[in-house]
């Protein structure tokens, strides 16, 4: 019998939603937070927080974002929740390792 050694890299976790938002969208089209937040009708404060990185993307966000952008709806929270999977993993990862997967019947 052979046995399978695994070892589990725990990625870092990738750019936050809003830093994207501000890199590949805010500066190229040179919007600022101000602008953008009176397109969206959030307030300004909710939007620079984002930007920011100190509050993600919500559904409502999400979709209001993607009729802006003309993204489909789920490309924003879709990005908001690979950030919190990795982020998450990053910090339970060795306890959530420790939980027995289910057998099969």
């Not at 559904?59 to 802006?68: I, N, T």
């Not at 993993?89 to 019947?105: Q, T």
Request: aromatic share 10%; net charge positive; proline share 9%.
């Amino acid at each position: 019998m052979s046995t399978i050694s695994r070892t589990i890299i725990y990625p870092t976790p990738r750019e936050h939603p809003g830093k994207v938002l501000l890199a590949n969208y805010m500066k190229p089209l040179r919007l600022s937070v101000r602008h953008l937040a009176c397109c969206l009708n959030v307030s300004r404060g909710r939007l620079d927080a984002v930007v920011r990185g100190r509050s993600g993307i919500d559904p409502h966000l999400s979709l209001r974002l993607g009729r802006h952008f003309r993204h489909p709806p789920l490309y924003w929270f879709e990005l908001q929740n690979a950030y919190d999977i990795e982020l998450a993993y990053r910090v339970y990862g060795p306890s959530v390792d420790l939980v027995r997967p289910r057998a099969y019947w």
